[in-house]
């Protein structure tokens, strides 16, 4: 007789492995199918917030340390020509993880919660069955009662059936360099560079004895690669030292169907990254809990949809409506941000709390609204104002 599981995760990335190992340590069959074989490489910068953090190590436990490269604590900020700014203080501001030990410890905890760990498996798609869905690769096909489609930004899940999200794609190109190449850099602070190209930034996060560079924005991929070459030699780094790596990030834009019945995606395969930083590690990670515990609630069915869809709204898709408009603010003019910061300090621990997980996007904004920050934007846009005035009358 053949197996039905009771789930198949499709991806074995951050939001897959915690999907199958939330499953499973519920007590579900469970199979996790990935087409590559660990551990694998991802371009990926690695930056996990302390919010992503608190989610990844009870997963992990101790092994979390294992995947650690560096912390970083201080983070320096410029914008188009602007003196930059330093930040830091206290706890990390976040680490830095190698994303191929991350993912590999990851799936190894999913596997040991009872899940079977398929790899080396291309899913090609996923049909409906008489009475189950059927999970087609050149290699078998795995029949299940939900399926969850953690297959990233391409994912074949949403396409197979139709379950069409239409995220915004951020393209983003990444490389790694040796510290070695980069003198003078502190092992424990990042550069972030706004402005470097519309609607996006460039940066320099330490990853142990490597240093990932990359640039990623709302806008079309052949302006990123002069945008990072430009970027490396105004810190005195080599361009041609790096071997570039590109990809996207599926930064959330609006509201969209992300399940149809017990198929319900996740993570990049949702479109849930963040478009103000990126970060897309936290919301695979959150949204692969959201999708296992709908489905733990409701069994299979089309119940498990609308519970994982209304979890969504209520928690990662109404904040990143804030976080759009955040980001919107900031890419409209990098300068601007860059001044209020600099006028406002606290408003960088605002920013913290977020990634921290002590506070809302939502909430955030709400600060903004109800304080003197408002203010002293429009200081600044009015002192803006008058001195263009001032330069065209001169
Ligand atoms: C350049 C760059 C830098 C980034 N930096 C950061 C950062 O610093 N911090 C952060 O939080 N986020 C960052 N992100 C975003 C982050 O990498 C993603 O949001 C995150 O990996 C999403 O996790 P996921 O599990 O949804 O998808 P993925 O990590 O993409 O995993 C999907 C998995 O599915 C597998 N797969 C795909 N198709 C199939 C198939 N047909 N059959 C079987 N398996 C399949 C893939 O091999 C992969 O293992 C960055 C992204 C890019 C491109």
Redesign the pocket.
């Known amino acids: 007789m053949r197996v039905i599981y009771d789930a198949v995760v499709?991806?074995?990335?951050?939001?897959?492995?915690t999907a199958a190992y939330m499953l499973a340590s519920a007590g579900a069959r469970v199979a996790l199918?990935?087409?590559?074989q660990y551990p694998?490489t991802?371009?990926?910068?690695?930056?996990?917030?302390p919010r992503?953090r608190a989610l990844l190590q009870p997963i992990l436990g101790p092994r979390w340390n294992a995947a650690v490269q560096s912390a970083v604590r201080s983070v320096v900020v410029w914008a188009q020509g602007r003196s930059p700014l330093r930040f830091s203080g206290g706890e990390p501001l976040w680490h830095?993880v190698s994303?191929d030990v991350l993912?590999f410890l990851l799936a190894n905890a999913a596997a040991e919660a009872g899940a079977e760990v398929v790899t080396g498996?291309?899913?090609?798609g996923v049909e409906w069955g008489d009475s189950v869905l059927e999970v087609r690769?050149p290699r078998g096909v795995l029949l299940a009662r939900a399926v969850i489609g953690?297959?990233?930004?391409?994912?074949?899940?949403a396409r197979s059936l139709r379950i069409r999200p239409q995220p915004r794609r951020a393209p983003?190109?990444?490389a790694e360099i040796p510290v070695s190449s980069a003198p003078g850099w502190s092992g424990e602070e990042a550069w972030v560079d706004h402005g470097v190209v519309p609607m996006g930034y460039a940066?320099m996060?330490p990853k142990g004895d490597r240093i990932?560079v990359?640039v990623?924005g709302l806008t079309t991929g052949n302006r990123l690669r002069p945008a990072l070459r430009a970027f490396l030699a105004a810190h005195s780094l080599d361009p041609d030292a790096a071997t570039v790596?590109?990809?996207?990030?599926?930064v959330w834009c609006r509201n969209e169907r992300v399940s149809a019945g017990s198929v319900l995606l996740?993570?990049?395969?949702?479109g849930?990254?963040?478009p103000l930083?990126?970060?897309?590690?936290?919301?695979?990670v959150q949204?692969?809990a959201l999708a296992a515990s709908a489905l733990l609630a409701t069994g299979p069915g089309p119940n498990a949809g609308r519970v994982y869809e209304a979890s969504l709204t209520e928690t990662l898709r109404g904040d990143l409506y804030w976080a759009m408009i955040l980001a919107r603010v900031v890419g409209w003019s990098p300068q601007l941000t860059q001044e209020w910061l600099q006028r406002y300090p606290a408003a960088f621990e605002w920013l913290r709390d977020v990634a921290a997980g002590h506070t809302s996007y939502r909430q955030l904004i709400h600060r903004i609204g109800s304080s003197r920050v408002a203010d002293l934007l429009q200081g600044i846009v009015a002192d803006r104002g008058s001195s263009r005035g001032e330069g065209t009358r001169g």
Request: charged residues 20%.
């Open positions: 499709v991806g074995g990335g951050p939001a897959g492995t199918v990935e087409k590559e694998r991802k371009v990926c910068a690695g930056g996990v917030t992503a830095t994303r993912d498996w291309r899913v090609t690769s953690a297959d990233g930004a391409r994912g074949v899940v983003a190109l990444e940066w996060f990932s990359g990623s790596r590109g990809w996207m990030i599926p996740v993570g990049d395969a949702a849930l990254a963040d930083t990126g970060e897309g590690i936290y919301y695979a949204s692969a």
